[in-house]
Protein backbone atom coordinates (compact mmCIF):
# COMPACT_ATOMS: atom_id res chain seq x y z
CA UNK A 1 0.00 0.00 0.00
CA UNK A 2 1.09 3.71 -0.67
CA UNK A 3 1.55 5.64 1.62
CA UNK A 4 -0.37 8.94 1.96
CA UNK A 5 0.96 12.23 3.31
CA UNK A 6 -0.66 15.94 4.12
CA UNK A 7 1.55 18.16 3.04
CA UNK A 8 0.91 22.19 3.37
CA UNK A 9 1.51 23.78 0.11
CA UNK A 10 2.55 27.66 -0.96
CA UNK A 11 0.77 28.43 -4.41
CA UNK A 12 3.09 31.39 -5.69
CA UNK A 13 2.05 33.21 -8.88
CA UNK A 14 5.14 34.22 -10.93
CA UNK A 15 5.35 37.85 -12.42
CA UNK A 16 5.90 36.21 -15.83
CA UNK A 17 2.65 33.89 -15.63
CA UNK A 18 2.29 30.51 -14.00
CA UNK A 19 2.82 29.30 -10.39
CA UNK A 20 5.80 28.29 -8.36
CA UNK A 21 4.35 25.68 -5.43
CA UNK A 22 6.60 25.42 -1.99
CA UNK A 23 6.13 23.40 0.99
CA UNK A 24 6.93 25.05 4.58
CA UNK A 25 7.11 21.91 5.77
CA UNK A 26 9.32 20.54 3.07
CA UNK A 27 11.48 23.22 2.09
CA UNK A 28 13.42 20.68 -1.08
CA UNK A 29 9.83 20.68 -2.50
CA UNK A 30 9.52 23.18 -5.17
CA UNK A 31 7.36 22.38 -8.38
CA UNK A 32 6.22 24.60 -10.67
CA UNK A 33 3.28 24.73 -13.57
CA UNK A 34 1.77 27.17 -16.57
CA UNK A 35 -1.30 27.07 -14.62
CA UNK A 36 -2.63 26.09 -11.27
CA UNK A 37 -3.97 22.77 -12.37
CA UNK A 38 -0.30 22.02 -13.63
CA UNK A 39 1.26 22.96 -11.03
CA UNK A 40 -0.69 21.44 -8.76
CA UNK A 41 -0.54 18.07 -11.03
CA UNK A 42 3.45 18.58 -10.70
CA UNK A 43 3.59 18.20 -6.92
CA UNK A 44 3.38 14.37 -6.59
CA UNK A 45 6.07 14.31 -8.56
CA UNK A 46 8.03 16.95 -6.73
CA UNK A 47 7.17 14.89 -3.25
CA UNK A 48 8.28 11.58 -4.75
CA UNK A 49 11.97 13.19 -5.34
CA UNK A 50 11.64 14.82 -2.34
CA UNK A 51 10.73 11.54 -0.58
CA UNK A 52 13.44 9.88 -2.44
CA UNK A 53 16.25 12.62 -0.91
CA UNK A 54 15.03 12.20 2.37
CA UNK A 55 15.85 8.80 2.16
CA UNK A 56 19.07 9.07 0.66
CA UNK A 57 20.48 11.19 3.24
CA UNK A 58 18.94 9.12 5.98
CA UNK A 59 16.89 12.47 7.17
CA UNK A 60 13.66 11.46 8.56
CA UNK A 61 10.33 12.68 7.16
CA UNK A 62 8.14 14.82 9.70
CA UNK A 63 5.89 11.90 11.61
CA UNK A 64 2.89 14.68 11.74
CA UNK A 65 2.84 14.97 7.47
CA UNK A 66 2.27 10.54 7.31
CA UNK A 67 -1.57 9.74 7.34
CA UNK A 68 -2.28 6.35 7.86
CA UNK A 69 -5.12 4.84 5.80
CA UNK A 70 -6.24 2.29 7.68
CA UNK A 71 -7.12 5.13 10.14
CA UNK A 72 -10.44 5.65 8.50
CA UNK A 73 -11.05 8.87 6.41
CA UNK A 74 -8.17 11.21 5.66
CA UNK A 75 -9.31 14.74 5.82
CA UNK A 76 -7.34 16.91 3.32
CA UNK A 77 -7.89 20.07 1.52
CA UNK A 78 -7.02 20.75 -2.06
CA UNK A 79 -6.76 22.99 -4.87
CA UNK A 80 -9.89 23.74 -6.79
CA UNK A 81 -9.83 25.57 -10.34
CA UNK A 82 -13.41 25.60 -11.87
Known sequence: M???Y?????????PDGGFTVTSPEL???VTEGDTVEEAV???????A???????DLG????AHLR????????LFEGVVAA
Open 6 to 14: KVPLVLSPQ
Open 41 to 47: SNVQDAL
Open 49 to 55: AVLELYE
Open 59 to 62: KPVP
Open 2 to 4: ASI
Open 27 to 29: PEL
Open 67 to 74: QDPRAGEI
